[in-house]
């Protein structure tokens, strides 16, 4: 499927309508909310719809990549899904990408935009929402 005439509107209005969403593991995560999201703005594909609803941990996350689509990992899952990943050099902006840790995020305005929350030293909330990460830190892109 290639991408909906109005891909960087849709991109742009995700990007905006989940600046402070919280992390919430099978709602706003990595795949489910950053990365699925993404893929529904910009392809109008629904990858999630399996998922949706049917965890609530990262572990239990895990467990139904093994069980619903075989893999492992976030990372698998997008490689099973979306193909051969590529250097994150030639990222582009609604492109998935992956960080050090595995995580899936998605490609925007030049850095790779993750689902997360930053704390402060003494671990209170300091802003949930997205995190960013720069394209030299990241280890993979997936085109979309």
């Not at 239990?60 to 997008?78: C, F, H, W």
């Not at 050099?89 to 689902?115: N, S």
Request: charged share 25%; with cysteine.
């Amino acid at each position: 499927m290639q991408r909906l005439p109005d891909w960087r509107r849709r991109l742009t209005e995700f990007i905006t309508e989940n600046r402070n969403t919280p992390h919430e593991p099978g709602v706003w995560d990595c795949a489910l909310g950053v990365a699925n999201g993404a893929l529904m703005a910009v392809r109008g594909e629904d990858f999630g719809a399996a998922y949706r609803g049917r965890y609530t941990t990262i572990k239990e996350g895990y467990a139904l990549l093994r069980e619903i689509d075989g893999v492992a990992t976030p990372r698998g899952l997008a490689s099973k899904r979306l193909g051969r990943s590529k250097p994150p050099a030639f990222a582009r902006a609604g492109d998935i990408v992956c960080d050090a840790q595995g995580a899936l995020g998605v490609f925007y305005a030049g850095e790779g935009w993750f689902a997360g929350e930053e704390q402060s030293s003494d671990g209170a909330l300091v802003s949930a929402g997205f995190i960013t990460i720069p394209r030299n830190q990241l280890k993979a892109c997936w085109h979309v």
